[in-house]
T-cell receptor, first 114, second 113 residues
Framework: KAGVTQTPRYLIKTRGQQVTLSCSPISGHRSVSWYQQTPGQGLQFLFEYFSETQRNKGNFPGRFSGRQFSNSRSEMNVSTLELGDSALYLCASSLAGTRTGELFFGEGSRLTVL | GENVEQHPSTLSVQEGDSAVIKCTYSDSASNYFPWYKQELGKRPQLIID?????GEKKDQRIAVTLNKTAKHFSLHITETQPEDSAVYFC????????????FGKGTTLSVSS
């Protein structure tokens, strides 16, 4: 069974540009959530999608957005990049509707903003 | 919204010693508390979890305790080994609100032999 796949794995952008990151969940998983990981700040929740609908959103500015497609694949977009957006962006999928709902993480997309 | 605080941020122990990491949460509606381990350069992986109707859970050398009244939960690792060296994250969720987790900032555990 394939795990969570994120693309691209690494990317370098300059301030003001925008970026789109992609996440393919484990087959059968309908819930996808995104996290930003930076040194010292841990894993900060960005948003969660289920059945193409955003179910929860973290405390990030509107420059951060996402969507989910009918096949459960998800994308997140960051517009007008700032230096502080440099981070590892992790996507996680889970079986929605279960009480525990273990999150299975991808390897992440490492974004560097120059 | 939920806020999870985790202490200590770094922890160094000798092989064979025990390690304890503590977390507190703010939202009394949270009912699921997992712990994730992230080795250097790898993705976080679930090591143990506990639901709010249980006070303690053990899995070999790892145990988690939960005090709902104090909104406090802890990870206990006994007989630590060098391969336990990693960053450990606690998290909380109200599973009726979705599957998103709110994480603590992590504890870097170093086990020296």
């Amino acid at each position: 069974k394939a795990g969570v796949t994120q693309t691209p794995r690494y990317l370098i952008k300059t301030r003001g540009q925008q970026v789109t990151l992609s996440c393919s969940p484990i087959s059968g998983h309908r819930s996808v959530s995104w996290y930003q990981q930076t040194p010292g700040q841990g894993l900060q929740f960005l948003f969660e999608y289920f059945s193409e609908t955003q179910r929860n959103k973290g405390n990030f500015p509107g420059r951060f957005s996402g969507r989910q497609f009918s096949n459960s694949r998800s994308e997140m977009n960051v517009s007008t990049l700032e230096l502080g957006d440099s981070a590892l962006y992790l996507c996680a999928s889970s079986l929605a509707g279960t009480r525990t709902g273990e999150l299975f993480f991808g390897e992440g997309s490492r974004l560097t903003v120059l | 919204g939920e806020n999870v605080e985790q202490h200590p941020s770094t922890l160094s122990v000798q092989e064979g010693d025990s390690a304890v990491i503590k977390c507190t949460y703010s939202d009394s509606a949270s009912n699921y508390f997992p712990w994730y381990k992230q080795e250097l350069g790898k993705r976080p992986q679930l090591i143990i979890d506990i639901r709010s109707n249980v006070g303690e859970k053990k899995d070999q050398r790892i145990a988690v305790t939960l005090n709902k009244t104090a909104k406090h939960f802890s990870l206990h690792i006994t007989e630590t080994q060098p391969e336990d060296s990693a960053v450990y994250f606690c998290a909380a969720r109200n599973y009726q609100a979705g599957t998103a987790l709110i994480f603590g900032k992590g504890t870097t555990l170093s086990v020296s032999s």
